[in-house]
């Protein structure tokens, strides 16, 4: 086992950019953004371990490092890279602890955590956890608010989550109240929930479900059309909702009703019905994800 800090940059809203603009100028554009990233991550004693699509995965043999090139990074790409009149921005989270490294490649706890941290990034955003930053030396430039708690796979207690604040200006940097923290229930609901003849019980005592094709993920889907780290179900003070953050989008069928798209975006789960990631085909019960909400 060796210790280095894991870090992951990817492109926010590619999507659009190929749905706009098509494939050959988006990729181009992309290409474009990857390479600044890569020049950063080296300033910073990065090693580039693969490019992913949209995104790039490196190694610091410190939290610092890494830190220091997400800072890097940001300042690069923020408003310096335009497609037509979309403006193109990242979001970078990172980790550092034990990995196993094999042919070129890195595997372990902190890649997986690295990725979620990753997945609670939105753009223009750093995220990190406070395991994490308590490493690091903080430049006097630099600072940094607390999002609250968040239940992570292969941890025992809730982490605290972080936002490094690159911006020089922080004034239009959106207040938050803790909203990943979680609070006390006020009922004592369950949420059964199904994939693939596998069912769980969510719980207060399991407040956070993580969903998509990736390894880490407490549900697996094999929905082609679904992302790595497509959504997650939480539970705070008494409510299970559910919150997209895949490239695709998310279509949820609940009592009876139409099915609804979210994008990026949060839907409280009511009573029973299906979810579907990536594509609205609710025809492969297999691939959907049945709820239902117990009292």
Known sequence: MTELCILFADIAESTALFEKHGDEAAREAISSVLEVLLSEAEKHQGQL????????????PKANHALLAAVDMQNAVSGNFVLGNHPITIRVGFHYGDVIEE?????????NVAARMTGYAK???IITNSITFK???????????SLGKAKIKGKLLPVEIIEVLWQQDTSQVTRVTSALDIKIPTTKSQLKLELNAQQQIMTDQSPTKTIGRGD?????????MASRHHGE???????????DESTNGTWILQ???DPI???????????EGQITFGEPDFSNLEQLLQFKILK
């Open 49 to 60: 371990v693969k490019t992913i699509g949209d995104e790039i995965m490196c190694t610091f």
């Open 233 to 243: 179900i939480q539970y705070a003070s008494g409510h299970f909702k559910y919150t």
């Open 103 to 111: 042919d070129g490649d890195v595997f372990g706890d902190a890649v």
């Open 261 to 271: 798209r979210i994008h990026r975006d949060s839907m409280l789960l009511q009573g």
């Open 123 to 125: 753009k223009g955003q």
């Open 135 to 145: 490493t690091c030396l903080i430049p006097p430039f630099l600072t940094h608010r």
């Open 216 to 224: 880490d993920c407490d549900l697996q889907v094999s929905m082609l």
């Open 255 to 257: 009592n009876g009703n």
